[in-house]
C-alpha cells in the first residue's frame, strides 16, 4: 500500500505527504475552530470563516514544519549528503537522509539549522503580531491576527521540542557533536543516547506523577518518553554496529565455498541440494552469466508436489545484488537492510568470489564485539 504521495520538489527533493498526515489535517483545522478563545465567532456567517482560519493555521504550520526541515537539508546538502525525501507526518516532518556526516562541527550546524529556523519564523510572527495589536488593538482578537499569533507561538514551542538533549530530537545530535569533538564517535553516541535515556526516563515518571501541586500527569509526556527512549536506543545500535562492521572488509566474513545452480534445474533437485550443502542461498549461473538467485524462501514458496515440474528460472531473484570485494562490511550491511534482502553475492572484477548474509554479519558482529 502506497503511505506516502509526492506533492512537489523544493531543492531538488521530493517533498512527500505521509498518510497520517492527511488523515491529521481535518482534525486540527477542527481543533482549531472548535476552539472558541482564538476566533470568537458566533453567528453562523462567521462560523465558515472560523472554519477557513483554521485551515489556513493548519497549513501554515504545516509549511513551517517543512521549512525546519528544508533548514537541515540545506546544510545537508552542502555538506554532500544525498537527501531522499522529506515527509510530512502525523506530528511533524522527518528528511530521509544518507549517513550524517561524522564531523562534529558539521553534524551541529546540521541539527541547529531546524530549530533555527522554527524560532525565526516564531519570532517573526510574534513581532508582527504585536506590532499590529499594538497599533490597532482589536485586530488581536478574533481574527487573522490572531492566526500569526498562534503559528508565532507553536514555531517557538516546536524549536524548543527539537533542542531537547536526547536522540532522535535535534538537541541529541547537537550534544552527539560536543561530546565527539572529545572521544571516538561511538563512545560519543552512547554517552548522548544514555543521557537521552535518562531523560526520556524523568519525562515518563513526570507524566505519571506530574509535579504536585503544580502540573497535572500527563500521558503526552509518558508517550514522547518512549519515542525518545527507543530513538536513542536505535541511535546507538545503528551507529555501534556500523561503526564496527566499517572496519570489517566484506573477503574476511563471507563465505567463499559457493555452490551455483543452473536455471534450469528443477525445485525437487535443488531441495535435495539444498540438505546435502546446507547453503541458504544459490547463484543461478547459465554458462558464465550470472542469471539470479535462489533461496530457501524461495524454494520453500512451492509445495512439495509441484517441486518436480517448476524450474530454478520460475522462482529465483533475478535482480541480484552485488557488492565488490574490497567494499566494507557496513557497506554490504546497508545494502541488506535498504533492499530487505538475505543476502548479497560479492564480486571480483566480473566473476563471483563469494555470498555474504545476513547471519554472516550477525556473526561477524557477536564476534567483534567481544
Ligand atoms: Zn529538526
Redo the contacts with the bound molecule.
Sequence with gaps: MKVSFQIGKIMGIPIKLHITFLLILPVFALIFASNPAPYGFSNVSEVSTRYILAFATTILLFSSILL??I??SYFAKKYGVKIDSITLLLFGGVASMEEIPRNPAQEAKM?IA??MVSFTIGTMCLLFNGVISGLQPSFSDGNIFHVIWLLGYINLIVGVF?LLPAFP??GGRILRAWFATSMSYVKATQKAAYIGKMFAFMMGIFGIVGVPGLIYPNPWFILIAFFIYIGASEEARTTTVSVILEKVPVQKVMSSDIVSVQPSMTIDELSKLMFEKKHMGYPVIEGNNLKGIVTFTDMHTIPQQERANVLVSDVMTRDVATIPIDADASEALKLISTRNIGRVLVTDNNSIAGILSRTDLVRALQLLSE
Design positions: 525546519h526541515e533548514g537541515h541539527a531546524g530549530p527539537n530530537m535535534d
